[in-house]
């Protein structure tokens, strides 16, 4: 899962939230990397998480962690599987909504 932020803005992110994606509570995320990148080519990972079980086990269920400031600004995000799932699953990331929150910096002109 990736999203782009456009119009030359960046964003210094020191926190973000996921809902998880599914409408029961199973295949939620446990092992994953936030990463980050300017150019869509080069990623910089921001947090990483190892059988991390803050997504309850409830249908799109939310969490939100913080992110240890340092590594810039950048312009575009993403979620990366690193494990297996609550089912057991390498191959299904069920993330219905991803929330970033931090210093946004405007275009430099």
């Known amino acids: 899962m990736a999203l782009a932020l456009g119009g030359g803005v960046e964003l210094e992110v020191s926190h973000y939230c996921l809902r998880h994606g599914n409408d029961y509570g199973g295949g939620r995320l446990r092992h994953w990397d936030l ?8 990623w910089t990972t921001l947090r990483s998480h190892s059988d991390d079980q803050a997504l309850p086990d409830a249908a799109f269920s939310t969490a939100g962690w913080a992110v240890e400031g340092g590594k810039g600004a950048f312009s575009q995000f993403r979620i990366r599987q690193t494990g297996l799932n609550s089912n057991d699953q390498y191959n299904c ?7 970033l929150y931090g210093v946004l910096h405007p275009p430099q002109w």
Do not use: H, M, N, R
């Not at 990463?35 to 080069?42: E, F, I, R």
């Not at 990331?93 to 929330?99: N, R, S, T």
């Open 93 to 99: 990331l069920w993330c219905a909504g991803i929330e």
């Open 35 to 42: 990463q980050a990148s300017q150019d869509g080519g080069t």
